[in-house]
């Protein structure tokens, strides 16, 4: 059976603290694994693609990287405006469009 | 920046009413999708849209719902007979998908949070 499992379910880091986000799948044929942000009370936002196993994709502080079984989010020198709920969804290559979400990383960066 | 966009932003209805959500995509955006999401929870694929035609849906999507995107531009997502498991946070998302495509990212919405009394 697909799975999406992201963990741990919370994190708490002070102001600086590099740390990692897991984000393990169990798909039959992954087409793309996609990052996205989601603040209280919003729509998620789109944040990367990984489409291969070995792939990097930068922005600001965060780092996405994609293995045949999971992905990271490294978040280096976090500030407190990165706090907020980091989602990870995969999209089979089988099944249309859909996409598959984990439940989140809730991260708060403490100043 | 014309994003998705999606109405009302908020609703309150009593259980056995009717409802319905509204979302506006980003404009040459063909294919639009719908999800459900409950506190703590990711979204859930209810269904999704490639211009007009929809062509998939979930099982999540009980008789009591209903989905419509009649000229292939903006969607409505109908709850009838409204129950209290029934709410949620409804998330509009689109995308542009073409044949030679690699990329098929979806950009969401803010949602419409409902709320079943």
């Known amino acids: 059976e697909d799975q999406v499992t992201q963990s741990p379910e919370a994190l708490r880091l002070q102001e600086g603290e590099s740390s990692s986000l897991n984000c393990s799948y169990t798909v039959s044929g992954l087409r793309g694994l996609f990052w996205y942000r989601q603040d209280p009370g919003k729509g998620p936002e789109f944040l990367f693609t990984?489409?291969?196993a070995g792939e990097e994709k930068e922005k600001e502080r965060l780092k996405a990287t994609l293995t045949k079984k999971e992905s990271f989010l490294h978040i280096t020198a976090p500030k407190p405006e990165d706090s907020a709920t980091y989602l990870c969804a995969v999209q089979r290559t089988n099944t249309g469009n859909q996409f598959y979400f984990g439940t989140g990383t809730s991260l708060t960066v403490i100043p | 920046d014309t994003g998705v966009s999606q109405n009302p932003r908020h609703k309150i209805t009593k259980r056995g009413q009717n409802v319905t959500f509204r979302c506006d995509p980003i404009s040459e955006h063909n294919r639009l999708y719908w999800y459900r999401q409950t506190l703590g929870q990711g979204p859930e694929f209810l269904t999704y849209?490639?211009?007009?035609?929809?062509?998939?849906k979930s099982r999540l999507l009980s008789d009591r719902f209903s989905a419509e995107r009649p000229k292939g531009s903006f969607s409505t997502l109908e709850i009838q007979r409204t129950e209290q498991g029934d709410s949620a946070m409804y998330l509009c998302?689109?995308?542009?998908?073409?044949?030679?495509?690699?990329?098929?990212?979806?950009?969401f919405g803010p949602g419409t949070r409902l709320t079943v009394t």
């Open positions: 990984l489409y291969s």
């Open positions: 849209f490639q211009n007009e035609a929809q062509l998939e």
């Open positions: 998302a689109s995308s542009l998908v073409m044949r030679t495509s690699a990329s098929y990212e979806q950009y």
